[in-house]
């Protein structure tokens, strides 16, 4: 099972706030890729470098690989066909899903090598 898969070309960070917390104007103005996950145990975000200042829990340095969807709900494998090289070389991976496809963060440090994975695994990069 081969696909396409691109790179963003801004870097990004994982940030974490309590469940009950606000979530900063910044990260809801901001434009692009963010993600935004609420549980009753934390609110996770995902955005862009530089947009989630002053949080006390943020990690920063990754990168965001989308995989070309969009995939019917049935089609299985899709994200397993990418993590399981990303696993086998290594490489920590942070996935997030949308209705239509996968995104697939890795630290910068492995960006390079995390493509050279992927497409070493029959997948083809864009761009």
Known sequence: MNHAFAVLTQGFVIAQLEPD?????????SPGFMSITWTDDEL???????????LARVDSGW??????????????GVLASFLDPLAA???????VSTF???????????LENAVQVLKDAGHRLLG
């Open 100 to 110: 239509d496809t996968d995104y697939i963060l890795v630290k910068s440090m492995n």
């Open 44 to 54: 996770s975000m995902v955005c862009a470098e530089g947009v989630a200042t002053g």
């Open 21 to 29: 917390a606000d979530l900063p104007n910044e990260v809801l103005a």
């Open 89 to 95: 070389a290594a490489i920590g991976i942070f996935a």
């Open 63 to 76: 990168r965001v690989i989308k995989v070309q969807g969009p995939f019917a709900f049935d089609q299985t």
